[in-house]
């Protein structure tokens, strides 16, 4: 088998083999295949496409080049769920102890956070004391016995995903589909989900700026999670506005609690319920959707959701008391409130310009090497479509510095006020069944 000859092959939009496949990404993975050849590859998959039968191989043979790890030893069927990014996105937070309460195990591997705040794993490091350097035997204890925790991602996992992300970030070939569902879907897959929902955002603040784009990227992951025996689902949720009100570490912890409560803003909660709901379904503790909203309702209300966040918590060395007083959190030294310079109404927030300035604040990182103040951000006191009265604030920013101007002036830029009323967006576009 020659490189050249399988370039030529996708070159001409013909279907390459599952042999073929594993023998470009093995060769690829340990150097025999040049980045120059995997370039034009990649090149020619981003002209060409791939069909799913590719899709599901090329997802595999990046799973194979590394680590697998094995979550046989927790009961039940372990649901994932993966957000393809954006502003606010508290999903994480109040999504694992809420299916947790529903005997749904939530064996969860995070990262931390490049870009505009933190990681789950920086979030949930704003608990005083929560760690997530545990052995994986404990953190199979802690699924099996609490249902939910949380661990920092180890092993090799995908390295053959992380070389060739590396080479299409500088060939100007991220933007392929084929090359953008195998990337996600091979780092869930290697970390041992039986089944997994996917939360595909789209809008200003996503990756996919379309509706159409979404749902194009969305149906080749479901295809390939389907055809290699992983049950998946996904949601196509807007992100042409930060979600819920916090951008910020501490403060999405508190709006994370709030919404447990049951009084956390509407589109989170709804988003979350939504989310929840096929995570619940496909961990077949429900019979359908309906059922498993019912469900995800009722321990919301009775209270069993904020309880297992509180054991979560506490479990892995957290201050589970900050559940019943969030005084306890991180809190800036300063706050000022962004007034509106005129009536009218909220017509657009640029999510992903927002975030950068929750960034400048220091609630995110540039590089891998910033450190995060895990007290300062963003609250969003109106969202688009909400009136406004001059004056009024549409932003609170939670400062530990003084001179805030150049925040002050990214917000007023990126947060739009028209005089013409302005209907609230669309929050879920569509659902992408088995």
């Known amino acids: 088998m020659r490189m050249v000859d399988l370039i030529e092959k996708k070159r001409d939009g013909l279907e390459l083999s599952t042999e073929e496949i594993t023998f470009i990404i093995n060769g690829f993975t340990n150097g ?16 060409k496409g791939m069909t799913d039968k590719e899709r599901a191989d090329l997802t595999m043979a990046m799973v194979k080049s590394g680590d697998q790890i094995d979550l046989s030893a927790i009961e039940g069927v372990k649901v994932d769920k993966h957000s393809t990014g954006g502003v606010g996105d508290t999903t994480t937070l109040v999504l694992g102890p809420l299916v947790a309460a529903l005997d749904v195990p939530v064996a969860k591997m995070s990262g931390r956070g490049l870009g505009h705040t933190g990681g789950t794993i920086d979030k949930l490091e704003a608990v005083e004391g929560f760690h997530v350097e545990i052995e994986k035997e404990e953190f199979i204890d802690l699924v099996n016995k609490n249902k939910i925790a949380v661990i920092g991602q180890t092993g090799n996992l995908t390295p053959a995903d992380k070389k060739l ?3 299409r970030d500088v060939t100007a070939t991220v933007d392929s589909i084929p090359l953008i569902a195998s990337s996600i879907m091979s780092k ?21 700026k379309t509706v159409e784009d979404s749902e194009a990227l969305a149906k ?8 290699v025996g992983r049950k998946t689902m996904a949601v196509i949720s807007d992100m042409s506005q930060p979600l819920g009100y916090a951008i910020g570490n501490a403060l999405e912890v508190k709006e994370a609690i709030d919404t447990l409560k049951g009084e956390g803003p509407e589109d989170l909660t709804e988003l979350c319920l939504v989310l929840g709901s096929h995570m619940v379904y496909l961990a077949e503790k429900a019979s359908s959707l309906e059922e498993a909203r019912k469900m995800l309702v009722e321990v919301m209300e009775n209270g069993a959701a904020l309880e297992k966040f509180k054991l979560f918590l506490s479990s892995q060395g957290g201050d589970g008391s900050v559940i019943d007083d969030p005084t306890k959190l991180p809190k800036a030294q300063y706050t000022f409130e962004l007034e509106a310079k005129e009536d009218g109404y909220v017509r657009e927030i640029v999510a992903d310009e927002v975030g950068t300035a929750a960034m400048l604040l220091g609630a995110g990182r540039a590089t891998k090497e910033s450190v995060i103040d895990l007290a300062v951000g963003l609250m969003l006191n109106k969202k688009i479509g909400d009136e406004v009265k001059k004056g009024e604030s549409l932003v609170t920013i939670h400062s530990n510095f ?3 101007e150049k925040v002050k002036e990214m917000l007023y830029e990126n947060i739009i006020v028209s ?16």
Not at 220 to 227: C, D, K, L, P, T
């Open 32 to 47: 025999s295949i040049p980045d120059y050849q995997m370039s034009a590859l990649s090149m020619a998959i981003f002209f």
């Open 165 to 167: 992300y590396a080479l």
């Open 188 to 208: 869930k897959i290697a970390a041992g989900a039986d089944a997994i929902v996917l939360d595909v955002k789209t809008g200003a603040g996503a990756f996919m």
């Open 220 to 227: 080749a992951m479901v295809g390939i999670g389907n055809n």
């Open 402 to 404: 003084e001179d805030v």
């Open 419 to 434: 005089s013409e009323k302005v209907e609230k967006p669309t929050l879920i576009y569509k659902e992408i069944m088995l």
